[in-house]
Every structure is written in C-alpha cells, then in structure tokens.
C-alpha cells in the first residue's frame, strides 16, 4: 500500500505507531537538508539541486546509489521543502493498479492545488509497461516522480522514463560521516538514546561506523541492537559486545572425526614442507581408512593453488589432469596418479604469494569499504553514462609506447597505487619478480612525473 503524508506531519514513513516502536534508523531520518550526512558533492552550499530544494522548485529525477546512502530521506525533504503531499510506493510490492490509484490521487489534488511527490524506491523493478504509467503525469506536472535504484539506470530504466528525468547519482556515505550520524544518535534524548545512558569509546564507534560500508540506516541498526546489548552491562557497548553486534553469524560445523582431518592436515602441511616421503605416507593413510579419492583430489587441487602457486603453475594443471584421469580409470590404478600428484606437489617449488596478494586486498577492502571506481576506469556505454564522466580519460594501452600507460592509476583515487603482490625468489616466480620489480619502479616514475599517486 502506498505511504502518504502532507508537509506538515513529521518526516516518518511509518507514522501513527509509537516512537518507541520504531526502529533507531527511522526515529533519527533528517529533518532538513543540513542533518544530511554525506551527499556533499550534491547538496553542497550553492550546488543546483540544493537551490531548488531551498527554492521549493523541485523536478523529477532519479536517485541512483547504494543502500542507506539517504535516497528515501531527501525524497521526503523534497516534498517537505516543496509543501506537497509525500507518497511513497514500492516497485517491489505494488502492482500497476496500484499505480493508477495513485496516479489518480495525485490527480485529484493537482486539480485543487497541491502537488504530489510520489517516490517510488526500486524502481528498476517495475517494468516497462509500469514505468510507461508515470509517463503522462510527469508531463503534465501532476507529479514531482522521485524514483530511487540502486542499479544502473541506463541500463533498468527505459528511455522515456530518463528523458524525463534528472539522474542524481548519490554516493555510499563515507565512516566519518557515519560517525557523525552515530554520534548524534547517541546524544539525542527526543528520538535517539540520549535518554539511555549508553556510552561507547571512539574506536568502537568508529568500527561500527566502518563495518557499515557506507551505509547510514545499517550503521543506526547495528548501534541499536548494540545498546540493547549494553544495557545488561551497565550501558557500556564494550568490545565484547561489539565482537557479537559485528560478527559473522554464520558457522561451519565438523561433520567427520578429528583423526581425519588430522590426516589431511598432516597430508597438506608434508606436501607445504617439501616432503613427498611424508605426503604418500598420509595419502596411502587416508586411502586405507576409506577416504572418497574424490575429496582427496579435491584437496590436493587446493594444495596446488594455495601453497605451489605461480611457482610452479603446471601444478594445477596436473592437479586437473589427475582428477580428470581418475574420473576415467577409477581405482586401484587411479591411486597411483594420486601418489604422482601428492610426489609432485610435495617436489616442485612453493609460493603462497597470490595468497597472501588477496588477504592484503582484502584487508584493504574491509579496512576502507565500498571505495568508488575511478572514472577513467568505467565503462560508458551509454550516452548518460558519458554525460557523467565515465571512461573520461582512459588510456588504451595497446596504443601507448611499449604497450603500457605507466602513468594510469588501477586503483580508487582515495588509496593510491597499492602493492599486493610480492613474488617469491622461487620457481617461476625468479622472473616474475624480476619483471615486476622493473615494471613497478617505471611506473612510481612515470605518475611521479605526472603528479599521480
């Protein structure tokens, strides 16, 4: 059912039940343009879209950016600033009748004098057919559409729709901001837990901040359900209590015996060690005890990537071709392409550096969030993707002397190049490193010169 609300009710999109019902994020939703965090770039002092929000002169347009970046919420200051009724619909559980209802209310009072601004969120899920019923009353002026997605809309959205439309591109919220919005959360006693004597450290308001990746509404729900928590300890969100806010609820259970998986660690850690000797002792093992082959081979392919690596990348390559040629012998002869490979694996050269390049991504990712793509870095297929800037700038590196613009960052422009990779003085990797090495100083050079990070 579609939401509505004149200009003068409170900023909820849940009104008539009690504050105390409602959930942090809903209670603590801005008032006015200033209570906004992040969106600087858009509602920046001066920005176009801002003028026209203060002005009262607002347009249709679509809101495109991640979750909790505040697409809802300037939705409703829209109407608010612009003194028009506010009804909200969803694409995911309204139908076209229920469009044409609203359609024709929104009619109604165009006829006596108000506007409507009818935010509908997820609107790339309505089809074409339902995208095309908001078509005429856009036109008309019967409607202020504020449609919110967070997927592309050059690609979920028809062109007749956009034409009509500004497309506002709203960006994930950054943690200080976040912070910010936590912070008043806690001091607000009217609608956050002022009132509830909750007291948190700045590093842990800054985890949760961070672990929200952006987004504002999940930031507010993990710092409720961390106050509740709190209230058993003395109103204190200790780092133990944040630990079970934070944590990965998920949980992998041990199906076999600790003998067996002693084994097949013992298998793995021989064939790390450099040992053959030791890996067909634990093979032929696992083997007696009944082990499927099918698991072992499993295993070992993961030996083959995780601790030979580029070292020696024929390794899982005979890892496949073992598994392959077992699948068509079966056993007993199958075992002895299992013993080749467990010999093999346990023979060549070690590397865990592509290992260890991921777990430094991935640290980074986790440490820093959501960073956007750099523009020169995106594809722009589509006219309004280039309006925007995509794909401004790129270098094709095919056209470049030597085949490489040493000078193109790969990265986020908040982190700067980054090395992850660090090849070992082992196996294949001796070349590898020798090259990358060379590579790598050319380009600090060549950005150096050119005053990129």
Request: aromatic content about 6%.
């Amino acid at each position: 059912m579609p939401v509505s609300r004149t200009a003068s009710e409170p900023l909820d999109l849940l009104s008539g039940g009690s504050d105390a019902l409602r959930p942090l994020a809903e209670r603590m939703r801005p008032r006015a343009l200033d209570d906004m965090v992040g969106q600087r770039r858009l509602l920046a002092p001066g920005s176009a879209l801002r003028r026209a929000v203060e002005a009262g002169r607002v347009h249709s347009m679509i809101l495109w950016g991640p979750p909790g970046c505040g697409k809802t919420t300037l939705a409703l200051l829209l109407a608010q600033y612009a003194d028009a009724e506010f009804v909200a619909i969803s694409a995911v559980l309204s139908g076209l009748p229920q469009v044409r209802e609203v359609l024709s209310q929104a009619q109604a009072r165009f006829d006596g004098g108000r506007r409507t601004v009818l935010f509908v969120d997820e609107v790339h899920r309505f089809n074409k057919a339902q995208q095309d019923a908001f078509l005429p009353h856009i036109e008309r002026g019967t409607i202020v559409f504020v449609g919110a997605t967070t997927e592309n809309p050059s690609f979920e959205l028809n062109s007749a729709l956009l034409s009509r439309c500004r497309v506002h591109v709203m960006e994930a919220v950054s943690a200080d901001d976040i912070a910010i919005a936590l912070q008043r959360a806690l001091d607000d006693a009217e609608r956050g837990l002022g009132g509830r004597g909750i007291r948190i450290a700045d590093s842990a308001l800054r985890e949760l901040a961070t672990a929200a990746d952006g987004d504002v509404r999940r930031a507010l729900t993990l710092l409720e359900i961390a106050a509740d928590i709190a209230e058993g300890e003395a109103g204190e969100i200790t780092e133990a209590s944040l630990l079970q806010v934070l944590a990965d609820r998920t949980r992998r259970f041990d199906k076999g015996g600790d003998q067996f998986y002693d084994q097949i660690s013992a298998l793995h850690k021989s064939v790390r060690s450099s040992n053959p000797d030791g890996a067909i002792y634990w093979l032929a093992r696992m083997l007696d005890g009944g082990c499927d082959p099918s698991y072992l081979l499993r295993r070992m392919t993961i030996m083959a990537v995780e601790d030979v690596g580029l070292a020696d990348p024929r390794a899982l390559e005979m890892a496949l071709n073992v598994w392959n040629a077992f699948d068509r012998i079966g056993a007993p002869e199958g075992y002895i392409a299992l013993s080749n490979l467990a010999i093999y694996l346990a023979s060549t050269a070690k590397s865990n550096a592509s290992y260890m390049a991921l777990r430094a991504a991935r640290a980074d990712i986790a440490a820093l969030g959501t960073q956007p793509v750099p523009m020169h870095l995106r594809n722009a297929p589509t006219r309004l993707m280039k309006s925007l800037g995509y794909s401004e700038g790129y270098q094709y590196d095919h056209d470049v002397e030597g085949g490489i613009a040493l000078d193109q960052t790969a990265f986020p422009d908040e982190m700067g190049e980054r090395v992850y990779y660090q090849p070992v003085a082992r196996g294949l990797e001796i070349k590898l490193k020798e090259k990358l090495d060379a590579l790598r100083e050319a380009r600090a050079q060549a950005c150096k010169q050119r005053g990129v990070r």
